[in-house]
């Protein structure tokens, strides 16, 4: 559920990529490496939420060809030991996402450069074997990222999805 929002987000990473004069549109070699996510939110009309809560943890890694997500709710409970209770299990679910796919690099658009991930390992089967587009912008060290419209599957709504990341290496 929250893991395909997620997924959606994930991209591994990142804010809004409306064109200004402060961004640039990205290069695929600009895109290579690691980045720490910062913010993942969801905009529905005029309300924005942050469907892995307001301090999102986690890490985008692009490769040429691959991406590999992970993003967790950085305030979610600390289980009481290592073997899960089912509850603790359930939250542990509903607080993160983790999936990674091949991409391909399409061309620049007006809102960056489009890039197409198809899913093929993610810890929402929901989401395996389907296809993500993304559309990325870097500026300096950040990079913001910006899916079209999809369904969060925590309110039923159909958001953007907008992510913020800084390069981590």
Known sequence: ????????????????????????????????GSWKVLS???ITGNNV?????EKVAGY???????IWVLLVDSTRKVPAAAALTDAESIAMMKSHAA????YATAEQTADGIK???????????????????????????KLTVKS?????????????????SVKAD
Not at 60 to 66: G, K, P
Not at 127 to 141: A, K
Not at 156 to 163: F, K, N
């Open 49 to 53: 939420g942050y469907p892995l809560g």
């Open 40 to 42: 993942v939110k969801a």
């Open 148 to 164: 079209p419209s999809v369904i969060v599957p925590v309110t039923g709504a159909a958001s953007l999805i907008e992510v913020e």
């Open 99 to 102: 999936w990674t796919g091949i």
């Open 60 to 66: 985008a890694t692009i490769t040429s060809d691959r």
């Open 115 to 141: 890039l197409t991930v198809r899913v093929d390992a993610a810890s929402n089967e929901a989401i395996n074997n389907t296809d993500r587009v993304y559309f990325m912008r870097v500026n300096g060290n």
């Open 1 to 32: 559920m929250r893991n395909m929002l997620l997924a959606t987000a994930a991209v591994a990473s990142i804010g809004s990529a409306v064109p200004s004069n402060a961004q640039q549109a990205a290069t695929k070699e600009q895109l290579i």
